[in-house]
């Protein structure tokens, strides 16, 4: 029993260190998402596109990320609530990935929304893709 513990000891340590690195990102990422939503709000998407992975910016066009940003503000209006209801965390060898869902409630209707970041060198979360489903989007 004393030699399993000596190589299960480690690798528990491990994962808890882990798990606080990877608690510590989601808190980062959620303060990512509220200002995503303060941007939207205000209609400054610019903002989001500059500080955007380019991983982003690789998968669409300025004027396309734009353009599907001021649908959302103007056919749901601004955010009135968000609340977390789903989270994935996945390392790989191209850097550590955050998925957040989000339902969110806007003035005009509400959506599901999902953000994945990257975490870059400094450890600061990065967006690499958006994505909302709302059916009051698209009747709207």
Sequence with gaps: MNRLARYLVPFAVAAMLAGCGVKESFKDASQEVAQFHA???????QGLWAEASPELRNATTRNKFGRLLDAVHSKLGKVTASEQVGW???ATTGGTYLTLTMRTTFEKGSGTE???YRKDDEGKPKLVAYNIQSQDMMLN
Excluded: P, Y
């Design 39 to 45: 941007a939207l709000d205000a209609g400054k998407w």
């Design 114 to 116: 999902r953000f994945v």
């Design 88 to 90: 994935n965390a996945n």
